[in-house]
């Protein structure tokens, strides 16, 4: 370990981003919201619900408030941003946490204040990516992955109707693919003042892919066919759009929304 | 001749008068007779004695044969007794092996219990030889017991013979089941309903805690591949591991994590330490099995003792 004062513990890394939302084919309007801010390494999925406008409101208002907490955080006195060499000792997570809280509390009062928006709610998926460590605050069944190699693997863990029943054994997984209760989350962002925040960390490696989404994608796309068609793109910047196309050709039931982000050496 | 009268004469040689005793022949035969009885009794007294006397000399014999039988017939007992137990834990065992393979038999649920009672709980074999056999340890009822033993040790061998065949298919099933405990402690809370210990509310627990020492080796319980290891949430640092066959296992509040998402691990490979991170109590390490999503007690896959 060297000791040379103003070292930075953990090495730079760079990390590239790309994002896409569509409307897909069978809904009118797009209720999806997205954030990609390279300059705090947020990355934001939302997916709206409810009304009319609604649904499209209480989901730009989630990316828009978690961004702005975030930043309130960085340039605040207990700047969370700060390296940590344990996972477990980070301050983003609770940072996280908080602003999707703030997110829930804003988008509540918003729907108190106008009968139209009443009802309106929205799911998270958001990334925050600090040296070589990720972060994600999660509600709902928009989703994260983790790209490595041979391996993708789901990180949030969807809190859906048909989740819930596939842990109490009721049905197989396979049996929920095509369950009429897909659509139904248990918690939501919004709906009621306040939410319980799944959050979760990770170690990166060189080159790793996150990927995040609205379930859009994930209930038009196996996990293996995402994985293929994120390996055979020939940069991080076509992959949101061959994964949207792909949805699409499937039939785009809703709207598909889809962030990546790189971890380079 | 009836009445025929026998003088016995007592002349003295002094001058003492001679003394006339007169004696009837009926009473000489009575005499006579009263004799040769009482020769006869004699003799029989001394036959029986004879007898007796045998007698007693082959009861020593007897009893020391009584008691050296008796020693072995409690020895006998122990044997079976130990042959119950060994049945037991390989019925134990196969039951193990069904659930690993997940193989369901109802007609396994009618195996009887323990084939005898515990083995404190049988009369001690008092000192005394002429104890009497407690009723139930009778030399007939040990024939019954046998008799089912015997029965048992069929039924276990063909079941064993059905598991036989269906690994050998199935190796690589074998290698997925997550038959290791994944850190040596104290189980301080098992599977099932428990509750809380922040809120106190009845709650299902869906793994192990196996309460250890901070730093304590957690192994991988079989082959896999490490699906995620990271924060997550209340579960502090967390080990997911998919071993194929739809099962993954689960580690939680882990204080160090030795392997990344992506890597593969081998059965008894050390994959992290014991920890307190997260909504934890103490050092320990929480193991959840899941098969097909749903958790299953870790237990039931446990092969060690």
Known sequence: MSKTAGQSAAPRLKVVSAGLTDVGRKRNHNEDSFLIDDELQLYVVADGMGGHAG????????????????????????????????????????????AVERACMAIYTAAQEDPRLSGMGTTVISLVVKDDQAFFAHV???????????????????????NEQ??????????????????????SVGFEEEVQVDVMGVITEPDDIFLLCSDGLANMLEDREIHELVRAAPSLQEMPKRLVDMANERGGDDNITVIVVQVQA | MANKTYTLMVV???????????????????????????????????????????????????????????????????????????????????????????????????AMGPTETEPGTTAPATDTQFTQLHASEAPTALMGRLDRLSAEATRQEQSLQELQAYFQDQKSLLASTPSLWPARGWVTSDFGQRLDPYTADRVTHAGLDIAA?????????????????????????????????????????????????????????????????????GPHLHYEVRVNGIPQNPRKFILEE
């Open chain 1, 55 to 98: 649904g499209g409101t209480a989901s730009r208002i989630a990316v828009e408030t978690i961004d702005k907490e975030l930043r309130r955080a960085r340039d605040g006195r207990d700047n969370p941003f700060v390296s940590m060499p344990n996972l477990q000792d980070a301050l983003i997570p609770e940072a996280l946490r908080s």
């Open chain 2, 213 to 281: 020492p901070h730093g304590k080796e957690v192994y991988a319980p079989s082959d896999g591949t490490v699906l995620f290891a990271g924060l997550e949430g209340g579960y502090g640092n967390v080990i997911v591991i998919d071993h194929g066959y739809g099962i993954k296992t689960r580690y939680g509040h882990l204080s160090k994590m030795l392997v990344k998402a992506g890597d593969k691990v081998k059965r008894g490979a050390r994959i992290a330490a014991v920890g307190n991170t997260g909504r934890s109590t």
């Open chain 2, 12 to 110: 003295s040689d002094h001058n003492a008068p001679v003394k006339r005793y007169h004696i009837q022949k009926s009473f000489l035969v009575q005499l006579g007779v009263g004799v040769a009885l009482l020769a006869g009794l004699a003799l029989g007294a001394t036959i029986h004695y004879f007898h007796v006397a045998q007698d007693a000399a082959e009861n020593r014999i007897l009893r020391e044969e009584n008691l050296t039988l008796r020693g072995q017939l409690k020895s006998v007992r122990e044997r079976i007794e130990h042959i119950g137990t060994t049945l037991d834990r390989v019925e134990r065992f196969d039951q193990k092996l069904r659930a690993v393979t997940l193989l369901s038999d109802p007609q396994r649920n009618l």
């Open chain 1, 140 to 162: 709902g069944d928009s989703r994260a992955y983790l790209i490595r190699g041979e391996l993708i693997q789901q990180i949030s863990e969807d809190h859906s109707l048909v």
């Open chain 1, 166 to 187: 596939i842990k109490a054994g009721m049905i197989t997984p396979e049996e929920a693919k095509h369950s009429r209760y897909k659509n139904i989350i248990t918690r």
